[in-house]
């Protein structure tokens, strides 16, 4: 079974930065990870998704890496702003023994302030 | 438009009366799936369907029940609903397989209580 952990818990940076979050996975058999962002009380958006098979996906000021031999992806976020402010959450889908299940960590709380 | 439509969006009930939760969507996804979140637990699944008539569980299938008659509909039944199914709910979809399609796209959630 999946463990998916993301470090920190929160981050609180002044505008303008570049920052990375961070993910890790116990089991290398995924299809997909994907990173999601969350507002209060709302549905989750997902901003960018890396096949198994891919080392990055860009997506604007995001950008993703996936080393899955490690069981690592991180988040870049440059020139951060005060409406990226929100919680970040990423997941993969098992390939493994539970086969198309999604493990959730569970996320990042980001503030950016002005 | 595209997307996920739960009903309703919020709702009070009492220990052991039934309900159901319906989640439709205008994609054509083959992939379904319920989750929960809870505050220091984050998001679990409850189940996932990857296609008409398959259904699997997920993390915390315990008092849930789903079916998957039609591709575009996915309901959520709780049989006897106690205190502890207290939580925001989610359902969400995707398109299977591999080819970068399978972008997870969620509905706006059900805020349930159970007294």
């Known amino acids: 079974k999946q463990e998916v952990t993301q470090i920190p818990a929160a981050l609180s940076v002044p505008e303008g930065e570049n920052l990375v979050l961070n993910c890790s996975f116990t089991d290398s058999a995924i299809y997909n990870l994907q990173w999601f962002r969350q507002d209060p009380g709302k549905g989750l958006t997902s901003l960018l998704l890396i096949q198994s098979s891919q080392r990055e996906q860009t997506s604007g000021r995001l950008n993703a890496s996936l080393d899955k031999s490690s069981g690592r992806s991180t988040l870049y976020i440059a020139a951060s702003q005060p409406g990226d402010s929100a919680t970040y959450l990423c997941?993969?889908?098992?390939?493994?023994?539970?086969?198309?299940?999604?493990?959730f960590g569970r996320g990042t709380q980001l503030t950016v302030w002005p | 438009e595209a997307q996920v439509t739960q009903n309703p969006r919020y709702l009070i009930t009492v220990t052991g009366k039934k309900l159901t939760v319906t989640c439709s969507q205008n994609?054509?996804?083959?992939?379904m799936s319920w989750y929960r979140q809870d505050p220091g637990l984050g998001l679990r699944q409850i189940y996932y369907?990857?296609?008409?008539?398959?259904?699997d569980k997920g993390d915390v299938p315990e008092g849930y029940k789903v079916s998957r008659k039609e591709k575009r509909n996915f309901p959520l039944i709780l049989e006897s609903p106690s205190p502890n199914q207290t939580s925001l709910y989610f359902c969400?979809?995707?398109?299977?397989?591999?080819?970068?399609?399978?972008?997870?796209?969620f509905g706006s959630g059900t805020q349930l209580s159970v007294l």
């Open positions: 994609m054509n996804h083959e992939y």
């Open positions: 969400a979809s995707s398109y299977n397989g591999q080819g970068g399609r399978e972008k997870l796209f």
């Open positions: 997941a993969v889908k098992d390939r493994g023994s539970t086969l198309g299940r999604l493990y």
């Open positions: 369907s990857m296609n008409v008539e398959v259904t």
